[in-house]
Structures are given as structure tokens and as C-alpha cells.
């Protein structure tokens, strides 16, 4: 789960502080994974291979909102709806969120390692590092 204090300004000019989080479950992910042309990251390898910034972009907002809730009185469910997204998107701690992502490449990379689930993130890395230790063993 991302978490992030944020001070910000209201439409009344009140200075704010608030804690935003975001994050998706393994079924979320999956279900993003199976609606995208070729899967996730073959949509978001072809968006940066293809230097779309504009696609970029749209994708980035997309995740930003659908990984954002709030979390229940009892811990127990962390809730997102169209309410709570819309609601989210009308303050300008969305539009400082936004903006912070879009100009702090460590903290978009941040945002986005920590939205997803730590076990499919685990599951990413041993992969990864398997994956690296048969391609140096094939070199030799």
C-alpha cells in the first residue's frame, strides 16, 4: 500500500493535511491484466517503446485512481467506488498527486512498486533473478 501525507490548499484557501493511500489486490491486478491487449506489461512495454507520452499518461491517472480508498473504521476493507474516486479527483491534493508524479520519476517508480500486493512483488523479483541466473549460465 502507497501512503502519502499530503498538505494542501481547499477551494476555501484552508490548508489541509491529509493521508491518501492506494494499493490493488492480486484479483484487481489480475482482472487489469486479462483486460489489456497482451497483458499489462506488454501494453506498458509497447507504450514506452512507442514513446507515447499522451498513453502514458492516461495510464498513470487510470492506476492512480483506481488504486485510490480509504480504509475502513475496522481495518478491515480498504473501500473504492466511483464516490470515493470522484470525490478524490475534485481536490487539488489530486492535482498535487498528480503533478508530484509526473515531474518525480523516483516517486511515480515509488507509487507504482508500492501499489501492488508484496507477495506478487516478491513473486516479480525471485522471478526476475532466476530468470538473470539462466541467462549468465547460458553465457558460460
Not at 484552508?14 to 494499493?23: L, M, P, S
Not at 491517472?61 to 470525490?87: M, P, V
Amino acid at each position: 500500500m502507497y501512503k502519502k501525507s499530503l498538505t494542501y490548499e481547499t477551494f476555501d484557501g484552508v490548508q489541509v493535511t491529509e493521508v491518501f493511500r492506494f494499493n490493488f489486490t492480486a484479483a484487481e491486478l489480475t482482472d487489469m491484466e486479462l483486460n489489456m491487449p497482451g497483458g499489462m506489461q506488454k501494453y506498458i512495454n509497447d507504450i514506452i517503446e512507442a514513446k507515447d507520452n499522451r498513453e502514458m499518461v492516461r495510464l498513470f491517472k487510470e492506476l492512480l485512481i483506481k488504486s485510490y480508498g480509504i480504509i475502513s473504521d475496522d481495518g478491515r476493507r480498504f473501500i473504492k467506488n466511483d464516490q470515493i474516486r470522484e470525490e478524490f479527483q475534485q481536490t487539488n491534493a489530486y492535482s498535487e498527486l498528480f503533478m508530484l508524479f509526473a515531474t518525480d520519476e523516483k516517486e511515480a517508480s515509488k507509487f507504482i512498486n508500492e501499489i501492488l500486493p508484496k507477495n506478487l512483488v516478491e513473486q516479480a523479483e525471485k522471478q526476475k533473478a532466476e530468470t538473470t541466473s539462466i541467462s549468465a549460465k547460458k553465457q558460460d
